[in-house]
């Protein structure tokens, strides 16, 4: 992947350059810029490819502005070919090519950690999907007893059978003090069969939710930070 910098030909003798992606061409870049005594420079927004090139022209002041390359064929006159930056860097002295928002490096920074999170949530979700037919077809109705199996109740008595626990009096004192239901009932709801093989789909269900809920936490703790 290349970069095709063009700057006004006063400016140096080659106004056209291009350089590769590679992270010292584009120092080698931003320092032609400089060299040029350019002072503000124009970024097609292609993908995410553009980000590494805003940021370092941004911290060697170059004021770089992000914009749209489909605007170019909304302006009358010679349109671009894929080898020629010129008449882009001519529509950007000239004011014709429309800045598009960016925010600063800190709310970007929140921003891609708040999308990584939100594309966690989908995921997290189905692995709660094994554990209601494992407990079925073991015959254990927590659902029946529990409003919420991956609330408080539900999420410790499920880890305390994949831990080895079968008494359901032990399990029903697992209940929230908050709790709607007795633990009489819950008792009678943790009475069932134990089949090795659903405990283990137990198992794993559980501890996938488990690690899509760490990576949500784990977002939203480096998002504070």
Same mark, same amino acid.
């Given at each position: 992947?290349?970069?095709?910098?063009?700057?006004?030909?006063?400016?140096?003798?080659?106004?056209?350059?291009?350089?590769?992606?590679?992270?010292? /061409?584009?120092? =080698? &870049?931003?320092?032609?810029?400089?060299?040029?005594?350019?002072?503000?420079? =124009? *970024?097609?927004?292609?993908?995410?490819?553009?980000?590494?090139?805003?940021?370092? &022209?941004?911290?060697?002041?170059? !004021?770089?502005?992000?914009?749209?390359?489909?605007?170019?064929?909304?302006? *009358?006159?010679?349109?671009?070919?894929?080898?020629?930056?010129?008449?882009?860097?001519?529509?950007?002295?000239?004011?014709?090519?429309?800045?598009?928002?960016?925010?600063? $490096?800190?709310?970007?920074?929140?921003?891609?950690?708040?999308?990584? $999170?939100?594309? $966690?949530?989908?995921?997290? !979700?189905?692995?709660?999907?094994?554990?209601?037919?494992?407990?079925?077809?073991?015959?254990?109705?927590?659902?029946?007893?529990?409003?919420?199996?991956?609330?408080?109740?539900?999420?410790?008595?499920?880890? =305390?059978?994949?831990?080895?626990?079968?008494?359901?009096?032990?399990? =029903?004192?697992?209940?929230?003090?908050?709790?709607?239901?007795?633990?009489?009932?819950?008792?009678? +709801?943790?009475?069932?069969?134990?089949?090795? +093989?659903?405990?283990?789909? &137990?198992?794993?269900?559980?501890?996938?939710? /488990?690690?899509?809920? +760490?990576?949500?936490?784990?977002?939203?703790?480096?998002?504070?930070?």
């Amino acid at each position: 992947m290349y970069a095709i910098a063009a700057v006004p030909p006063d400016r140096d003798p080659q106004p056209v350059r291009s350089y590769t992606s590679f992270t010292p /061409d584009l120092h =080698a &870049l931003a320092d032609w810029l400089v060299a040029c005594r350019i002072t503000t420079v =124009a *970024l097609e927004a292609t993908g995410v490819s553009w980000i590494p090139s805003y940021e370092l &022209l941004a911290q060697r002041g170059s !004021a770089p502005s992000l914009v749209n390359a489909r605007r170019v064929t909304m302006v *009358l006159g010679r349109k671009r070919d894929g080898n020629d930056a010129q008449w882009p860097q001519q529509l950007h002295v000239l004011g014709l090519r429309g800045r598009s928002f960016r925010p600063d $490096r800190a709310i970007c920074a929140v921003r891609a950690l708040v999308r990584y $999170r939100s594309a $966690r949530i989908p995921h997290r !979700a189905p692995q709660i999907l094994p554990m209601p037919q494992a407990r079925k077809v073991m015959h254990l109705q927590l659902s029946a007893v529990v409003t919420d199996v991956t609330g408080l109740t539900g999420l410790t008595i499920i880890r =305390a059978i994949v831990a080895g626990a079968r008494d359901p009096v032990l399990l =029903a004192q697992h209940r929230a003090a908050n709790g709607k239901s007795s633990c009489v009932k819950i008792a009678q +709801a943790r009475t069932g069969s134990w089949q090795d +093989a659903q405990r283990c789909i &137990l198992e794993q269900a559980l501890a996938l939710f /488990d690690d899509y809920t +760490a990576k949500v936490h784990a977002c939203d703790h480096r998002s504070a930070a």
